[in-house]
């Protein structure tokens, strides 16, 4: 970029021109971001947010839209997962509440009768296809992902000097919190 700059096709240009300045600054910006922050995961999504804003020259409200659009398409097949499994386990429901039931009048519970009630749930569980974990794998995916956007956006007007003026209508400030609760 500063050979660009240099060139003689640009050298009737000064250096201090707004579009020119603001170009240098903004991979200046984008370029101390990539220095001051390491590869945990809110500092790659800081990184993400930044990039989406200067590449597509968009605000950085507009970029975190963008990178959380994004990353739900990419937990979409996750989430097709999960519903399938709840789906699954809801077939499964009535059956169990019927084997509860009868486990619940048995008089005498012993360890015999403790181990029969639990082959008899694993052959339900294996006749609807149902494994116990499966509904809880799309929670479990999603809440690192979040908590990291929760820290990266929390963190990114340290980074990111645009940050502070990024936003859109009452939210003007995106590194100060919401004063409305509205978000």
């Not at 050298?11 to 903004?26: V, Y």
């Not at 809110?42 to 970029?63: F, K, N, R, T």
């Not at 979409?76 to 009048?105: D, M």
């Not at 794998?137 to 990111?160: A, E, K, T, W």
């Amino acid at each position: 970029l500063i050979s660009i700059y240099s060139s003689p096709n640009h050298s009737s240009r000064k250096s201090s021109s707004l579009p020119q300045a603001d170009a240098i600054s903004h991979i200046s910006v984008a370029e101390n971001v990539a220095k001051q922050l390491t590869y945990s995961p809110p500092d790659i999504l800081v990184q993400a947010i930044d990039q989406v804003s200067s590449i597509g020259e968009v605000p950085y409200w507009g970029a975190i839209v963008a990178v959380t659009l994004g990353i739900r398409s990419l937990l979409f097949p996750a989430f097709v997962f999960q519903n399938r499994a709840v789906h699954r386990f809801s077939k499964l429901k009535p059956a169990l509440e019927i084997l509860n039931k009868q486990r619940q009048n048995l008089s005498n519970r012993n360890a015999k009768s403790n181990a029969e009630f639990a082959q008899e749930v694993k052959a339900l569980c294996e006749h609807y296809e149902v494994k116990p974990w499966h509904p809880i794998v799309f929670p479990l995916l999603q809440m690192p992902i979040f908590i990291s956007f929760y820290i990266g956006i929390s963190r990114m007007g340290d980074y990111c000097p645009g940050f502070h003026t990024g936003g859109l209508s009452w939210a003007s400030d995106l590194s100060s919190p919401d004063p409305t609760f509205i978000l």
